[in-house]
């Protein structure tokens, strides 16, 4: 029984190390992870389910959809597991790169590079804040969207602070769209 | 120790109010920019996390953590990040049943989404205001980029090719 338990622990393991070292992202992971957990570790019902709850909640998407999938297949356990795979590659590799970074930071042609990556990384907001705000509005954009929009548009051009802007928007989430 | 707190708090604000990695960009950087890096090196966090394989968040957290306080500073603001999501996660599946119904939540995070998009524009004019060339050069990379993200090239690519472009314009 133990020995049972534990091939799903590393099972799981070996799954999210796999997935988080092939995705570049959280939202590009869900195509790869529903072909290595459907139908081994869960329904495709609780699948959509996870994605469905992974978009909703506050976090790193890719952290809760393993957990996600890492509790149907193995309890608490099972998303501590997932969790650890999923963090691991991320984290390791970005350690490198910012210590690498960190010795070259006065170098010439990091600043080349920094400058040429700006506008592409600018232009790389730009696309996710618009796939952002269509989440949702599956036809068109409502009014009441709208609305949150030019009303957090106004207050950051106000300069207030932008934790405040997001609460603010949220709750008036909360009353407009009941 | 200082240091530490702060960045612990700074990134269970983040991930408190984002619902993915690249959506706490903007909010990640009021935070974080002049208080634990530059505009330079948000840029690079930024960009090496989408080209980087793996969460996008994570790795914000790892780099930004890094470059302010070391390993430590790293693993402190890493914690910060996967704090929320666990601890909602492990309530949820507890409590999934009766989560379900509460629409609130759902109406939270739609209306959270916009602002979070308004914000990400502020962003992204900043970055490229200050992140480096705001010329025609700066320009015209923006715009190729843009489009060719907007054509479905995989991010990560356009990024580095856009990196590389800079290193050779600036040799010139």
């Given at each position: 029984?133990?020995?049972?338990?534990?091939?799903?622990?590393?099972?799981l393991?070996?799954?999210?190390?796999?997935?988080?070292?092939?995705?570049?992202s959280?939202?590009a992971s869900?195509g790869?992870?529903?072909?290595e957990?459907?139908g081994?570790?869960?329904?495709e019902?609780?699948?959509?389910?996870?994605?469905?709850?992974?978009n909703?909640?506050p976090?790193?998407?890719?952290?809760?959809?393993?957990?996600?999938?890492?509790?149907?297949a193995?309890?608490?356990?099972?998303?501590?597991?997932?969790?650890?795979?999923?963090?691991?590659?991320?984290?390791?590799?970005?350690?490198?790169?910012?210590a690498?970074?960190?010795?070259?930071?006065?170098?010439?042609?990091?600043?080349?590079?920094?400058?040429?990556?700006?506008?592409a990384?600018?232009?790389l907001?730009l696309?996710v804040?618009?796939?952002?705000f269509?989440?949702g509005?599956?036809r068109?954009?409502?009014?009441?969207?709208?609305l949150i929009?030019?009303?957090?548009?106004?207050?950051l051009?106000?300069?207030l602070?932008?934790?405040l802007?997001?609460m603010g928007?949220?709750?008036l989430?909360?009353?407009?769209f009941? | 120790?200082e240091?530490?707190?702060?960045?612990?708090w700074?990134?269970?604000?983040?991930?408190l109010?984002?619902t993915s990695?690249?959506?706490?960009?903007?909010?990640l950087?009021?935070?974080?920019?002049?208080?634990?890096?530059t505009e330079?090196?948000?840029?690079?966090a930024?960009?090496f996390s989408?080209?980087?394989?793996g969460?996008?968040?994570?790795?914000?957290?790892?780099?930004?953590?890094?470059?302010a306080g070391?390993?430590?500073?790293?693993l402190?603001?890493l914690l910060?990040?996967?704090?929320?999501?666990?601890v909602?996660?492990l309530l949820?599946?507890?409590i999934?049943?009766?989560?379900?119904?509460?629409?609130?939540?759902?109406?939270f995070?739609e209306?959270l989404?916009?602002a979070v998009?308004?914000?990400?524009?502020?962003?992204a004019?900043?970055i490229f205001?200050k992140?480096?060339?705001?010329?025609?050069?700066?320009?015209?990379?923006g715009?190729?980029s843009f489009i060719?993200?907007?054509l479905?090239l995989?991010?990560?690519?356009?990024?580095?090719?856009a990196?590389?472009?800079?290193v050779i314009?600036?040799?010139l």
């Amino acid at each position: 029984m133990n020995d049972r338990k534990f091939v799903v622990w590393l099972q799981l393991l070996w799954m999210f190390l796999k997935v988080n070292l092939l995705s570049p992202s959280g939202p590009a992971s869900v195509g790869l992870l529903y072909k290595e957990a459907v139908g081994r570790v869960m329904t495709e019902e609780q699948f959509v389910e996870a994605v469905g709850f992974s978009n909703v909640l506050p976090g790193s998407e890719a952290l809760k959809l393993a957990m996600f999938v890492g509790f149907a297949a193995g309890g608490v356990p099972g998303v501590l597991t997932a969790l650890l795979g999923a963090v691991l590659p991320p984290t390791v590799m970005m350690l490198a790169v910012a210590a690498i970074l960190q010795h070259v930071q006065h170098e010439d042609w990091l600043k080349g590079f920094v400058a040429g990556m700006s506008p592409a990384v600018a232009a790389l907001i730009l696309i996710v804040a618009w796939d952002l705000f269509q989440v949702g509005q599956s036809r068109e954009i409502g009014r009441r969207t709208m609305l949150i929009a030019v009303l957090s548009a106004v207050a950051l051009w106000l300069n207030l602070p932008s934790p405040l802007v997001l609460m603010g928007a949220g709750v008036l989430g909360v009353i407009l769209f009941r | 120790m200082e240091l530490l707190t702060e960045l612990f708090w700074v990134f269970l604000k983040v991930n408190l109010l984002s619902t993915s990695g690249p959506a706490s960009v903007g909010l990640l950087y009021h935070q974080a920019v002049g208080r634990f890096v530059t505009e330079q090196q948000f840029v690079q966090a930024v960009g090496f996390s989408s080209v980087l394989p793996g969460s996008d968040a994570l790795q914000l957290a790892m780099y930004i953590g890094y470059a302010a306080g070391g390993i430590s500073g790293g693993l402190v603001a890493l914690l910060a990040s996967i704090l929320p999501p666990t601890v909602i996660i492990l309530l949820v599946t507890m409590i999934l049943h009766r989560l379900r119904r509460e629409a609130w939540l759902a109406s939270f995070v739609e209306g959270l989404a916009p602002a979070v998009s308004v914000l990400m524009l502020f962003t992204a004019w900043k970055i490229f205001q200050k992140g480096g060339d705001a010329g025609w050069f700066g320009w015209l990379l923006g715009i190729a980029s843009f489009i060719a993200m907007w054509l479905k090239l995989p991010e990560r690519v356009v990024v580095v090719i856009a990196g590389i472009i800079g290193v050779i314009y600036s040799t010139l």
